[in-house]
Each structure stands twice: as C-alpha cells, then as structure tokens.
C-alpha cells in the first residue's frame, strides 16, 4: 500500500493499533506533520503536477525534513510517525463506539447521517467527521492531533468520495492530480486545506509549508473554517500525503 493511502483511508486500518496510554506531544505530532512541508505539489486543472521544494533555509529548519543535492526531502522517520497517527489515536481514544455502531449499517438508507458517513463506495457506513471529532475531544487529544485528525477526515470524507475532476476541483478543500498511484487522477485534500488545520497547534512547521504555497496561516485556516462548498476560485492547491511519493517518480 502507497504510503499516502495511510492518509486517505485512515480508518481502514484499525488492525495495526498497539496498546499505549498516553497522547504523543504537541512537538513529536508537529514534528512529524513538519515532514509534509518538505515538498508540496500543485496541479492544473486537467491534473497534471508540478512540484515545489522547501528552500534551503526552511527545510534545515524542520526536523521532518533533510536537505540534500539542492532539495528538500521528507526524514522517513516523522514521515512514518505521521503515516501513522491513525493507529495512535486508536490507540491512545480506543474505538469510537459510534463509528462501530456505523459500520454494522450496510445500506445508504439505514446509515444514519449526522453521526454516520455513507460514500457510496464502500460497502459499509462508517463514522461520520463529527463524530470522530466529538471522541477525540472526549479523549482530551492535543490540538495537534484533532489537527490530524481533521486532516484525515476531510480527505476521507470529503475529497476521496469526489471522483471527477470537476466535482473535486469545485471544492476549494479539494484538488484532483494525476499521480503514480492514479494515472488518471484522484480527489485530494489541498495542502492548503491541511496547512490550515495544522496552523494554530504547528504554526512553524505549518508556517514554512504557508510560505511555499504563497499563503499565509490566516488565510489557510479561512479556507477551512468556512463551508466546504466550492465557493472560491480554486488557488494553487497542494496535496501534503502523497508529494514524497511523486518525488521518487521525478
Ligand atoms: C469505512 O469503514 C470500512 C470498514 O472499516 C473501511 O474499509 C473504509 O475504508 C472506511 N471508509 C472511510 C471513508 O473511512
Ligand atoms: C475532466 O475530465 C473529463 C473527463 O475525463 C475530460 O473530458 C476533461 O477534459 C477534463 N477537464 C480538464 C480541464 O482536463
Ligand atoms: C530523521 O530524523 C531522525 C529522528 O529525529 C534522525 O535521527 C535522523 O538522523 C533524521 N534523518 C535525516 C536523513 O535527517
Ligand atoms: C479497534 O477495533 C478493531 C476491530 O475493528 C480491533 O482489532 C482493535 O483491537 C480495536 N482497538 C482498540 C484500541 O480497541
Ligand atoms: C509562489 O510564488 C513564487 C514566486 O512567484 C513562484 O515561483 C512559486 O511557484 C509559487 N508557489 C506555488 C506553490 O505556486
């Protein structure tokens, strides 16, 4: 499994949780997100991408990146600690009891929306971003994590179920590139979308992406804070998960 799948489908991976007590910090979790500001990419609208390194300065700056002939790369090391945020949720909140009341729903009519989420291409309901966000708030998760946890939501819930380009690209969170894994293109969270989750708990790490994507925290967090609906002019849209993959590939 690609290594940004981890991000899109997070909640597939209930599997891999390990028994653990206590949250990670605010420094090991921005520590770990600074990892997905070491490259970013846009893309037009037909989905083709170009890719934007952290400058010099920036990228020797945050421990989830190391610089190396003129460019910038993801530290394996936080970039897995980040992949795998989900399991550490799961391990720290346990199993949100809604989303498992969601699951054994299996038709669009009796998923209950509000508390459950039903995308159509799955065969079952599942927890709906609401829901997640209320058990990681009763499980006192750092801001960093609800941060993450957003983050993943918003690209599960929101942009994976919108498979063309047109519908993706009409959501200001969204942005559909033809990557690797997905020749023909496939519906992503922006990196501006997650630059503005992370901004109040990570604004460093959150603050060098900002500045490569010609953005800055305030604007970022407008973008999420306000409806999803596809209301602005889409800008220069990065996705965070899967930019370390398309650098192998250049
Ligand atoms: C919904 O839950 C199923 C079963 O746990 C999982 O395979 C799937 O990836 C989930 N979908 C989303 C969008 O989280
Ligand atoms: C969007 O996808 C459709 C169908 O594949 C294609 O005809 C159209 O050219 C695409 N739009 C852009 C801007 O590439
Ligand atoms: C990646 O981060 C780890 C943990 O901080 C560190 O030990 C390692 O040296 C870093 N690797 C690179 C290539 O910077
Ligand atoms: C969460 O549920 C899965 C099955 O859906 C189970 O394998 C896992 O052990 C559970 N994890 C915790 C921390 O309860
Ligand atoms: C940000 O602006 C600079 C200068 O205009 C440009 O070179 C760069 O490509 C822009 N970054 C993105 C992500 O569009």
């Not at 990146?65 to 460019?71: I, L």
Request: a negative charge; charged letters at 10%.
């Amino acid at each position: 499994m690609s290594r940004y799948a981890l991000t899109i489908s997070l909640f597939a991976i209930f599997a891999c949780t390990a028994s653990a007590a206590n949250w990670k910090t605010t420094e090991e979790i921005c520590d770990a997100y600074g990892s997905y500001n070491c490259v970013f990419a846009t893309a037009d609208d037909s989905g083709s991408v170009t890719v934007h390194y952290q400058p010099k300065a920036g990228c020797e700056a945050l421990d989830g990146c190391y610089y190396t002939n003129n460019k910038c790369y993801s530290n394996s090391t936080h970039e897995t600690t980040w992949g795998n945020m989900a399991s550490h949720f799961i391990a720290v909140a346990g199993n949100s009891s809604v989303h498992d009341e969601c699951k054994t729903k299996t038709t669009e009519a009796t998923c209950p929306s509000g508390t459950c989420f039903w995308d159509g291409t799955d065969s079952t309901c599942n927890g709906s971003f609401d829901s997640w966000v209320a058990h990681g708030t009763s499980a006192n998760a750092p801001e960093a994590m609800m941060g993450y946890l957003k983050v993943s939501l918003t690209s599960s819930r929101t942009c994976s179920p919108l498979n063309t380009n047109s519908t993706c690209n009409a959501n200001k969170v969204c942005m559909w590139a033809k990557t690797i894994s997905y020749p023909s293109g496939y519906c992503y969270l922006t990196e501006e979308a997650a630059i503005g989750f992370m901004a109040s708990a990570c604004p460093t790490e959150a603050g060098y992406g900002a500045s490569v994507m010609n953005i800055t925290l305030a604007e970022a967090q407008a973008i999420v804070a306000v409806s999803q609906a596809g209301d602005v002019t889409r800008g220069a849209l990065l996705f965070a998960a899967f930019t370390a993959l398309l650098v192998l590939g250049v």
